[in-house]
């Protein structure tokens, strides 16, 4: 339990902050995603980040039961596998980033959802 307080402290913040820094300038992010298909460098190092915090959620918790606990777990394989799919095929995520930015409604959701992520992980890590 102590290692999904530990996850959960700093990944729901980080989560929330990030929404609320898209709500409050997302033509800055709007630009920021376009700009981050353009630098191969920027992808391959996000690659490589996004691999390496996935592996290390899922290696140190490898959580599988029915509570809140398993969204660590859940986020950690996503995390893994957007780093591989980033290192394996960047020229097919260049072309979801684009097509991604291009979706205002699409951008939207993922920010709220992420927000409502790192609420849920906020309450249990320091208020359940």
Do not use: C
Not at 97 to 116: E, I, T
């Amino acid at each position: 339990m102590e290692t999904s307080l530990i996850i959960a402290k700093v990944l729901g913040p980080l989560y929330m902050v990030a929404a609320i820094g898209w709500l409050f300038n997302r033509d800055f992010y709007r630009k920021m995603i376009a700009q981050f298909s353009q630098s191969h460098t920027t992808l391959y190092v996000s690659g490589i980040l996004a691999f390496l915090f996935g592996a290390i959620i899922l290696l140190l918790h490898p959580y599988w039961g029915t509570d809140w606990r398993v969204i660590i777990t859940l986020l950690g394989g996503i995390g893994l596998l957007k780093g591989l799919s980033i290192l394996l095929f960047p020229r097919t995520l260049i072309t979801w980033s684009l097509a991604f930015v291009n979706r205002p409604a699409l951008v939207a959701a993922a920010f709220a959802l992420a927000f409502v992520l790192g609420v849920v992980l906020t309450w249990f890590a320091y208020f359940a």
